[in-house]
């Protein structure tokens, strides 16, 4: 499901890609007007799925964190609110839920980040962050 949800760099929230075009990707905003639009070719597109966070031995895939989140959270809204939480409190929260993150790498807005992408999935009615069997052979199958 991930691979199907994209961050767009200088665009705010995230997109679900709805169709390809040519030099474009259609997408779909996923906050309240799921307004469409095209994300061209010199725009950085990236899947969730192709994500992961900096810990102090290895990176853990977003779909593994937003996952912790999930079952941190009961699969409901984040406790936390990112554009009022401190730098201490974002820290402490990003502890919860990955321990062993690098905080030299993983920076604040990268944790405001975080929580307002799982925000945004849950509003969305997106919960299943797993690695379908699918997608699991597809990556064994790149590996």
Do not use: C
């Amino acid at each position: 499901m991930l691979k199907s949800i994209l961050s767009i760099s200088g665009k705010p929230g995230l997109f679900k890609l709805v169709s390809q075009g040519k030099g474009m990707l259609i997408v779909e905003s996923l906050n309240a007007e799921k307004k469409r639009q095209p994300a061209y070719a010199h725009e950085k597109v990236t899947a969730l799925s192709d994500i992961a966070i900096y810990t102090e031995t290895e990176e853990v895939p977003l779909r593994d964190v937003l996952t912790a989140i999930k079952k941190k959270e009961n699969a409901g809204i984040a406790s936390l609110d990112p554009k009022q939480a401190s730098v201490d409190e974002l820290r402490a929260y990003m502890s919860e839920i990955l321990p062993a993150y690098d905080r030299d790498r993983v920076r604040p807005s990268d944790i405001k980040k975080l929580v307002t992408w799982y925000n945004i999935l849950i509003n969305n009615g997106i919960t299943d962050f797993e690695l379908k069997e699918e997608e699991q052979k597809e990556n064994e199958a790149q590996s």
